[in-house]
């Protein structure tokens, strides 16, 4: 089980803080944001995970530095993901970011077509998919996140039954501050905290593709 301490918004000192008490890995969401830390950390211990909405024109701002993006969800984002990567002469790890809440306002693929995605995935030789990732419905309640995260358990043996050359199912990235425990109980990989961690986020997040 990795835990991800979820940076986005925090001040660096926050983020020095829990380094020195030995966290390694953290998500950020926004890429100007996650560009600015990613450079002041550079040539630490960190792994950095890219775990919000990613727009193709900003995959040069973390792509250097990010060791997993799991928020891809579309074949249109892992396409540009492939060709900056391959110009780079490395490869890129994701996830495949799924819609499994029915909530209008959430993003990720639809359950229905994740298999598909994965085997198109697949084919890009520098794209090297390792899972799954999504969020839970908005709501106070963490038993309300039980189906979601069902859900993507689901999926993940679903593709996995299908043996996918290139593809691994290794990592079910799920689970947030209000219900990391529906999620290990799951079968979460890797979880990402940021309110249990660092404390409340003084602002609603700007949305910084604007
Ligand atoms: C902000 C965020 C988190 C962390 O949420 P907390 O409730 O603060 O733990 C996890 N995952 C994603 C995708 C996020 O945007």
Redesign the pocket.
């Known amino acids: 089980m990795l835990l991800i301490a979820?940076s986005?918004t925090y001040p660096l000192a926050a983020i020095e803080e829990a380094l020195a008490c030995g966290q390694r890995d953290f998500?950020e969401?926004f890429a100007q944001e996650a560009r600015e830390k990613f450079q002041r950390f550079s040539g630490t211990s960190m792994r950095w995970h890219f775990?919000?909405h990613l727009q193709t024109n900003k995959i040069k701002y973390i792509i250097d530095d990010v060791s997993l993006i799991?928020?891809v969800d579309s074949i249109r984002l892992a396409d540009a993901l492939e060709e900056a990567a391959k110009k780079r002469n490395r490869n890129i790890d994701i996830l495949l970011e799924v819609h499994t809440t029915g909530e209008a306002t959430k993003t990720g693929m639809p359950p229905e077509q994740t298999v598909d995605v994965a085997r198109q995935i697949a084919r890009l030789p520098h794209v090297r998919l390792q899972g799954l990732m999504t969020?839970g419905p908005l709501t106070e309640h963490p038993e309300d996140s039980r189906q979601s995260f069902k859900l993507l358990a689901d999926l993940r043996r679903a593709i996995e039954a299908e043996h996918v050359d290139g593809v691994t199912m290794r990592h079910l990235s799920m689970g947030?501050?209000?219900d990391f425990r529906v999620a290990i109980e799951e079968g979460a990989t890797m979880l990402?905290?940021?309110?249990?961690i660092f404390g409340k986020?003084a602002d609603t997040?700007v949305d910084e593709q604007k």
Do not use: C, D, L, P
Not at 192 to 196: F, H, L, S, V
């Open positions: 979820v986005k998500g969401n775990i919000g799991h928020s969020m947030m501050t209000h990402r905290i940021g309110t249990a986020r997040v």
